[in-house]
């Protein structure tokens, strides 16, 4: 079972438009990270925010935490062609095993 | 600096076979983890090594074993297989030490197909 779930499961977007995806999770967690999956290929780390953390920024990305409503979103400025991928949110509990979620597929069109 | 190696990079097998699936972790990592992926899912995790043992485990059969070797890479072997075993198989890498904040370095995965 997968304990994040992303929202919406697909977002298509211009070139140049924000994109927003949000991460709900069941279970109290040490942090949640971001990871981004282009077509077939392995997962790469985008960003980490502890569980003390609200709000973390890398580049074009915006991450926020709100643990009392056990979510977080991703948040993608300025999209490039390039941001077409899948992105998944991933946490870890007591066990420290990393749950990912099913994703949300990201398009950007020129 | 290598990454994540995985291999092969493909295969295809017939149900009821075994398969062995490599991994060699990023240079300087102690750790490696499996994960699952089904087609249009998210990674499912399979099992954790650290030191030549299995660390951690998820919801899966006794079908799927792993091993750790000395120099950090590690091994899937999946018994008796299914259709539904058909998927993505990542590895990814880690540091023991600080497990629980630090980022994985995922392989660009085995694609298995069991027809």
């Known amino acids: 079972s997968q304990q994040g779930e992303e929202d919406p499961q697909a977002l298509s977007i211009q070139e140049g438009e924000n994109a927003t995806m949000n991460c709900s999770y069941k279970?109290?967690?040490?942090?949640l990270q971001w990871y981004r999956q282009n077509s077939g290929r392995g997962l790469v780390h985008l960003i980490l925010?502890?569980?003390?953390?609200r709000e973390k920024h890398s580049g074009r990305l915006r991450v926020t935490l709100d643990t009392s409503k056990k979510s977080s979103s991703l948040l993608i400025t300025a999209s490039r062609a390039a941001d077409t991928a899948s992105y998944f949110c991933?946490?870890?509990?007591?066990?420290?095993?990393?749950?990912f979620g099913a994703g949300t597929t990201v398009t950007v069109r020129a | 600096d290598a990454g994540v190696t995985q291999s092969p990079t493909h295969l295809i097998k017939t149900r009821g076979q075994q398969v062995t699936l490599r991994c060699s972790p990023k240079?300087?990592?102690?750790?490696v983890s499996w994960y699952q992926q089904a087609l249009g899912q998210g990674p499912q995790f399979i099992f954790q090594y650290y030191e030549e043992e299995e660390r951690q485990r998820g919801n899966f059969p006794d079908r799927f074993s792993g091993h750790q070797f000395p120099n950090y890479s590690s091994e899937l072997n999946v018994n008796a297989l299914l259709l539904g075993d058909s998927a993505l198989y990542l590895c990814?890498?880690?540091?023991?030490?600080?497990?629980?904040?630090?980022?994985?370095?995922f392989g660009n995965g085995t694609r298995l197909t069991v027809t």
């Open positions: 279970t109290s967690i040490n942090n």
């Open positions: 240079s300087g990592h102690d750790t």
């Open positions: 991933a946490t870890d509990g007591s066990d420290y095993k990393l749950s």
């Open positions: 990814a890498s880690s540091l023991w030490f600080g497990v629980n904040n630090s980022p994985l370095h």
């Open positions: 925010i502890r569980s003390n953390e």
